[in-house]
């Protein structure tokens, strides 16, 4: 079992800038990881996926509403998922989640929620208008 802790969230205003963090408790090639983000009053969306471990290069995919502006990448070595937040929109406020999927022969890097057994508290970003 994994334990995530986000860290990173803060307040900026529009077009700024920001990069949260999500530290595993162990071994993060083990993993599939994602971002997700909940709004008040909505439902939780998909933000961006990773697989650090493949054989060239990792592997992503974003929701087409942070395509260009963020970028999600993995530390092995530390055991830390970022997620580069740039252009900033006030529609990108939303309190945001780490989550991992373990890597196993039936499971491949998902963008739904559901596949996704572990979980962080969540970390709060606000842009302003």
């Known amino acids: 079992q994994v334990k995530l802790v986000e860290s990173g969230g803060d307040s900026v205003p529009t077009g700024g800038s920001l990069r949260l963090s999500c530290e595993a408790s162990r071994d993060t090639d083990a993993y599939y990881f994602g971002w997700f983000r909940q709004a008040p009053g909505r439902e939780r969306e998909v933000v961006a996926v990773?697989?650090?471990?493949?054989?060239?290069?990792?592997?992503?995919q974003y929701a087409n509403s942070v395509k260009a502006r963020f970028t999600t990448s993995e530390d092995t070595v530390r055991d830390i998922v970022y997620l580069q937040m740039n252009d900033l929109k006030p529609e990108d406020t939303a309190l945001y989640y780490c989550?991992?999927?373990?890597?196993?022969?039936?499971?491949?890097?998902?963008?739904?929620?559901?596949?996704?057994?572990?979980w962080g508290q969540g970390t709060q970003v606000t842009v302003s208008s």
């Open positions: 989550a991992a999927r373990r890597k196993t022969k039936l499971t491949i890097l998902s963008m739904i929620g559901e596949h996704y057994r572990f």
């Open positions: 990773i697989d650090a471990e493949t054989t060239s290069r990792p592997y992503t």
